[in-house]
């Protein structure tokens, strides 16, 4: 059975800087593409951050780059999300997801877990 945990989230004021982690069991991690996406109240879910299974290839949409870095340690089957200059309209649940298949604009995911809030206030 797939699992993948989040954590790391909380309260933050703007400018804040926050790290969440998702550790996977039940995959072979290594093997996957890890994905960070984000919900927030109402909108629809937005990818923020991707990166292959070496770690070597990362993308990152518009709203967050220069911003966000995620970054993986396959060793401890854990990808991160460090992420900086912290916006008010960063405030969502976080989910990480893995892939199967590296895709730049990932859409859809194979497996994802519970999420983990984030909130940003101004």
């Known amino acids: 059975q797939v699992q993948l945990t989040e954590s790391g989230g909380g309260l933050g004021q703007a400018g804040d800087s926050l790290r969440l982690s998702c550790t996977a069991s039940?995959?072979?991690?290594?093997?996957?593409?890890m994905v960070w996406f984000r919900q927030a109240p109402g909108k629809e879910r937005e990818f923020v951050a991707t990166?292959?299974?070496?770690?070597?290839?990362?993308n990152y949409p518009d709203s967050v780059k220069g911003r966000f870095t995620i970054s993986r340690d396959n060793a401890k089957n854990t990808v991160y999300l460090q992420m900086n200059s912290l916006k008010p309209e960063d405030t969502a649940v976080y989910y990480c997801?893995?892939?199967?298949?590296?895709?730049?604009?990932?859409?859809?995911?194979?497996?994802w877990g519970q999420g983990t809030q984030v909130t940003v206030s101004s």
């Open positions: 997801a893995a892939n199967a298949v590296y895709l730049n604009y990932p859409r859809n995911y194979d497996y």
């Open positions: 039940g995959l072979i991690f290594r093997s996957y593409a």
């Open positions: 990166i292959s299974w070496s770690g070597d290839v990362t």
